[in-house]
Structures are given as C-alpha cells and as structure tokens.
C-alpha cells in the first residue's frame, strides 16, 4: 500500500507559518495535485512528504508506516524536481542508473531495469548522449527515468514542467498522466498552473496561504467551489465575481436593469459568481456595453460593462462587435454562484 495521509501538518520558519495545520489523504495509485498561487505552501508541503524538511507539528504515514521523522532514503519515494538536476558530464544512461548505484543495488538488476525504463520513455536511442545534446522534453524524460527506476511506489514532483514551452508542456502532461496510470504509482504534483491540476489530477488540493481551501475532484472544483477564491483560481477565463445590491425582492447587479436575483434573500451581503461560458448573447437578456473583444480562433472573450458590473464573456467563433456596441446578456440561474462579501465563502439561496 503506498497511500499518503497528513495530520495537523505545521511548518514554521521562525515567527513565519508557512503550513498551517492541514489534513488530508491520498489514495494509493491516485494522481493528486497540490494546487495553488506562489508562496500559498504548496512545495513546502511536498518537502515535508519527501522528508526534506520536518514538520513543526503533525504526523505524516506513507501506508501504515509513520514517517514524520524519517530521512528521505527510507520513505520509499521518488521525486522529480522543477530543475532536472541531470548531472552534466555523465550520460543517459549513468544518471539514470546513478540512485540505483549510490543505493548499492544488485548490479545483476541494472540492465533490464535501465532498458525497462528506457523503452516506456522512448530514450533507448539516446542512452549515450549528455543532458547538454538533449531538448528539454528529453531532459524531463530522464530525470522521470532516474525517479522510475527505483521503483518507488510513491513519486512527488515539483513543478516539473515549467521550464519548457506551451506545446512541449501539453505533451508532457499526456505522458506523465499515461506513465502513473501504467505503473501505478502514488503522485503527489505540485502546480501553480490550473490547466495541469484540471487535465492530470484525480484529486486536487487548492491552497492558499498555508491552508487547504478544497479538496476535491477537478469536476467538483469547477462545478461546486467552496469559495470566490476557488471559483476565480479554476476556469479560464475565470469566474466573474459580481457585487449585488438589496431590491424589491431580492438582489440585483448594482446599476443594472438585470432581473432580480436571490428572490427572498435581499438582506445578504452576498456577490454573484457567473463562468464567462455560461453567459450568452440573448436579445432578451439585461443591457451592457461592450469594452474589449479578443478573439482565440475557437471562441471570443467578450469584455463588458452591465451597469457598475465588468464582466466577461465566453462566446463560440467570432463575433462582429466593437468595443462601444450595445448587447444584451443573460445566464441560466442553474449556473450562479453566491459567495459571502465578507468571508468570500459559498453561500446558498433560501
């Protein structure tokens, strides 16, 4: 069993709390990602499971096995690092087989765990070469096969690929998701871009400043977030968080002729939350104007005003507006969200 559960996890760095007493469990053969803006305790979380750092509080178990206390080299993991820490003068093959032979392994064992790994990475044609003769994709792969050859049932990764471009990092996500499923391994990922988290994960773990804000599947996350703050961190573009003023009735958009909203509950302090996806053009719809128009080839951003509210949204194909045109917009009240002004946590209407 190679499933992961942290307790009261603290970390502290003298008067300064970077982690700040969080729970939570990942399953053995899951892929779950650590989610979150810089600086929120994303990759100080992951050095505690890795036994680079030791917790101020909390107990840490890697299956059964209490390994708070424990160094690195006996919690059975591997771990992948944003910088690919290749070793410059050695080969493919000898940084690949480097932890295998500091770890003095059977030697017997290091030719058909070397071509193992180096057929599920497609490097069997480039064992001879230097890091320095490799592209940045190549470079990945290796140090993925420095970490797969210990056959760790447990593999951390630290923002693995943000050093490489747009179109490589999307390969690499396919692949890395492809080779945790094949090998079965517990992962652990830490991330600051969303469309990694949505794309790999089985579970996500969004923090911020030192605190978990949810933990739930990516479906779940975009759905139902618990807060402003999670509605705005997944999705692109990202929610819209609208303040509301009291009516006759209920809410409104402030300053608008939009309808009212939250029939009943006039006295919250609440603000609407719409995904620009789940707004549309409809000449029914409340009056805006438009502000910008940025067009991606599948689809239009749509930047618009509807009284003291800006808003944007998302529309299929390209659209023949101008900043200044008049429109009018609606949404479907299955897709609104109330969060608390206050708190900024999920509230539900009466």
């Not at 944003?82 to 080969?91: D, E, G, I, R, V």
């Not at 933990?215 to 759905?223: F, K, R, V, W």
């Not at 009735?249 to 609407?272: H, R, T």
Request: net charge positive; charged share 20%.
């Amino acid at each position: 069993m190679a499933a992961i559960s942290l307790q009261g996890i603290t970390k502290n760095w003298g008067e300064a709390q970077a982690v700040k007493g969080i729970d939570f469990a990942v399953k053995s053969g899951d892929f779950t990602v650590l989610l979150g803006p810089s600086g929120c305790g994303k990759s100080t979380t992951l050095r505690l499971i890795a036994g680079l750092d030791m917790p101020s509080a909390g107990t840490i178990r890697i299956g059964e096995r209490d390994v708070t206390r424990l160094p690195p080299a006996q919690r059975k993991i591997a771990m992948v690092f944003q910088s690919y820490a290749l070793f410059p003068h050695l080969n493919v093959r000898d940084n690949i087989l480097f932890g295998v032979r500091v770890r003095k392994e059977p030697k017997q064992d290091f030719a058909p765990r070397l071509q193992r790994v180096a057929d599920i990475l497609g490097l069997s044609h480039l064992l001879e070469r230097r890091p320095g003769q490799l592209s940045g994709g190549q470079q990945q792969r290796v140090a993925l096969g420095r970490a797969i050859i210990a056959d760790a049932p447990v593999c951390l990764m630290d923002e693995p690929l943000s050093n490489l471009d747009a179109q490589l990092r999307q390969e690499m996500r396919r692949e890395i998701r492809a080779l945790q499923q094949q090998l079965n391994m517990t992962m652990i990922y830490v991330t600051h871009d969303q469309t990694e988290a949505m794309s790999m994960a089985d579970q996500v773990i969004l923090l911020r400043d030192g605190r978990i804000e949810q933990n739930a599947p990516p479906a779940e996350l975009y759905a139902q977030p618990a807060s402003a703050f999670a509605a705005r961190f997944i999705g692109t573009p990202p929610m819209n968080i609208l303040s509301l003023a009291p009516v006759a009735g209920g809410l409104a958009l402030e300053g608008s002729d939009a309808p009212v909203i939250a029939a009943g509950n006039g006295d919250e302090p609440w603000q609407l939350g719409l995904r620009p996806e789940h707004i549309r053009l409809d000449a029914a719809g409340a009056a805006a104007v438009v502000e910008t128009i940025e067009y991606f080839g599948a689809d239009t951003i749509v930047g618009a005003r509807i009284g003291r509210a800006s808003l944007l949204v998302r529309a299929p194909g390209q659209l023949a507006l101008r900043a200044g045109d008049q429109v009018r917009l609606s949404w479907d009240t299955a897709h609104q969200y109330f969060f608390d002004r206050q708190t900024g946590m999920r509230r539900h209407p009466r």
